[in-house]
């Protein structure tokens, strides 16, 4: 079932959900009724996880909440020449008002001036303003009062019910230009079929391919076997973690590579795994840059050709994810709004110093820093470093504490554990040594 949102007047939503009826065997239908068009930017922001195609009543809430839809599909009708031809041929047939003397918002003078034409009507001096850019309720409000004010109109036009209320209030005669129930209708098709365009495409095939760079330097730097082992082991548990968040499952292919397979459905469904998260775990536990290829395709082979040139792209970067669409348009580097970062040296002779006496490298301590940084906190615990840096609690405990001893982190108090054990310590990085 594709979710979509409703927004509007609580008349237009109740119109539009009426309509819609005809069409629950394949979309599902959530109303969201606002008193002002203004509301609609916070009900998109606030609910664009819960919808999958939104349906404005008009171009004013669709305008205000343009910003907020991200990558969503959005409807809405549009005034055409039915809507204009009936409140034009009430104020003229029905209710004897000449043309001259009504103020028109949200039309265009063309479509004004065509829509006349074919009702064989005239207005020498319409008074127009048309929809080009959002507008609060009370500007709109403003305009035709003005004119009403000056003796200029006697009656106003509006395609907004919030607008045609104030106006009401005010005792100004008022006309409202609806859509008709044929108008949802045909919108309702549109998005139907949108919706089955959008359920193939959530149905494509995605492969991730990662792989973590300076393999050869890895294996080259002493270590023994079991200790090579065991940082395989991580890197897979990495992989895993990953893999399981987005339903997918996970070939390693060797030397530090691996290939992911899922869907595309299960890659949007999941915005708070972003790729790059994956990236900063594995370079946090090798001291190693790693890149990602995304690929989407129709076929299992298309979609890995795809990452395969993702990953070719990727790789001019550091820790950079690359996506390749199925029709070959590329994206990237695809980018996180918390991205951890750090350097391998410094030119502080003084900090350098004080880490060799530490026995702690300058980039672990760059570690720590951009961790701290990533938790949104001024401070760390041996926990914290422990699971972000693939270490064991012990030894980053052995690590805070030589750090602490020799004045370049310091320890500032002392955390209750949520289950038995004793009291963590928590640090915090001096500022001197954050450079």
Known sequence: MIRVGIVG??????????????????????????????????????????????????????????????????????????????????LVYRDGISLDRVSFDTVSEMHFRETLEELDLSCEHPYLNPYEEFRL???????????FRAGKVHACVTGMLSVAEELKELGIRVYRMGFTRLTFREIFKQIVQEGETLHFKRSQIAVQLVEVSDVERLINEPANAYDLRR??????????????????????????????????????????????????????????????????????????????????????FTNAAILVDTDGSIEGPLRQAKSISYGYWTEDKEMSESLKKAGVSITTLNKIISVQKA????????????????????????????????????????????????????????????G
């Open 137 to 147: 309720t009370n500007q709109w409000v403003n305009y035709h009062t003005s004119l």
């Open 9 to 90: 007047p609580k008349d237009s939503v109740e119109m539009m959900l009426g309509v819609g009826q005809e069409f629950t065997d394949h979309l599902m239908l959530i109303p969201y009724t606002y008193q002002r068009a203004e509301e609609a930017a916070a009900f998109v922001s606030e609910n664009n996880q819960e919808v999958d195609i939104w349906f404005f009543s008009g171009i004013g809430p669709y305008s205000i909440a343009r910003e907020h839809l991200e990558k969503k599909k959005a409807f809405y009708p549009q005034i055409n020449a039915s809507v204009l031809s009936k409140v034009l041929l009430e």
């Open 231 to 316: 940082l395989d082991l991580k890197l897979q548990e990495i992989i895993l973690d990953y893999t399981e968040s987005i339903s997918g499952s996970f070939v390693a292919l060797g030397n530090y590579k691996f290939i992911i397979f899922s869907t595309r459905g299960s890659l949007d469904d999941n915005p708070a795994f972003h790729p790059t998260i994956i990236l900063e775990q594995l370079m946090l536990l090798t001291n190693s840059t790693a890149n990602m290829g995304i690929g989407f395709g129709i076929t299992a082979l298309a979609a890995e050709r795809n990452a395969q040139l993702a990953l070719v792209h990727a790789k001019k």
């Open 375 to 434: 938790l949104g906190q001024n401070y760390i615990s041996a926990t914290d470093m422990a699971e972000w840096m693939g270490m064991t609690p012990r030894n980053a405990r052995r690590i805070l504490s030589d750090l602490a001893e020799h004045n370049i982190i310091e320890q500032i108090g002392e955390e209750t554990p949520t289950n038995r054990g004793r009291p963590r310590k928590i640090y915090r990085v001096l500022p001197h040594s954050c």
